[in-house]
């Protein structure tokens, strides 16, 4: 199969796997209590608040045919891109405003860097730069396949039953909007950046099942015990 078939089979599952998981249906059919609507905030804004120096490593390692791509990414999600205003982490902090949680922000940006520091100390589960890289472009990817197919929803949920403002709501709603072309755009990356580094069909397909063994959404935004449980490791 095809690597561009293969990376987009792996993100449709994790999304219908994410969408299925009883976290998230309660979240978005309203069957949880303010505090689950904050966490659930919180854990995004600590996923996303460190996205531009992630977009910084993709761009570092991006192969020449897709520099340009990334480099427009990385710049819109800093708000340098001429036709953007404002950096993605503002429009963030907007939302944690919008939901009365403005005196959380400093901690939440702290711990997003102490994550991403943490993640820096893992071990290394792969041999080469080319493989780490790859694996990286994969998750970050991921995330902007989620968001092209969920955020308008999960805005949706947090304006009827959580009550943040839908004008507070902006990073939610820009990402249902832009990212369609991102999430295309990742996997034109993730193919060039495979060819470009000479993976065999065999070694990407395999880095791809181990990148994305446990739901990395379900992981990030609500807990590594919800993503394994989806992955019928718990019962």
């Known amino acids: 199969m095809a690597l561009r078939s293969v990376v987009e089979a792996a993100y449709r599952s994790q999304i219908e796997v994410f969408l299925q998981a009883p976290e998230v249906c309660d979240l978005l059919a309203g069957r949880v209590d303010r505090a689950t609507y904050d966490a659930f905030l919180e854990s995004v804004a600590k996923t996303h608040f460190a996205s531009g120096q992630y977009l910084g490593f993709l761009y570092a390692i991006a192969p020449p045919g897709s520099i340009e791509r990334v480099k427009h990414n990385l710049l819109e999600e800093l708000g340098l891109d001429s036709h953007e205003g404002e950096a993605h982490g503002q429009l963030l902090e907007v939302v944690l405003r919008g939901a009365g949680l403005g005196d959380r922000i400093a901690a939440l940006h702290a711990q997003a860097s102490e994550s991403l520091r943490e993640r820096c100390e893992e071990p290394i ?50 990402h249902s909007e832009v990212d369609i072309r991102h999430a295309e755009e990742a996997v034109d990356t993730i193919c060039d950046y495979a060819d470009h ?31 394994a449980r989806a992955g019928g490791m718990i019962p």
């Not at 943040?164 to 709501?169: D, H, K, N």
Request: charged fraction near 20%; glycine fraction near 4%.
């Open 197 to 227: 580094h000479r993976l065999t069909a065999d070694h990407a397909e395999t880095l791809v099942d181990a990148t994305l063994r446990e739901n990395v959404f379900l992981r990030r935004y609500f807990s590594v015990r919800a993503a």
């Open 125 to 174: 589960l792969y041999g080469t730069l080319k493989e780490i890289g790859f694996a990286a472009l994969l998750e970050i990817s991921a995330f902007e396949w989620l968001l092209a197919h969920t955020a308008s929803r999960i805005a949706a949920a947090l304006e009827t039953y959580r009550g943040v403002p839908r004008e507070s709501l902006l990073w939610f709603t820009h």
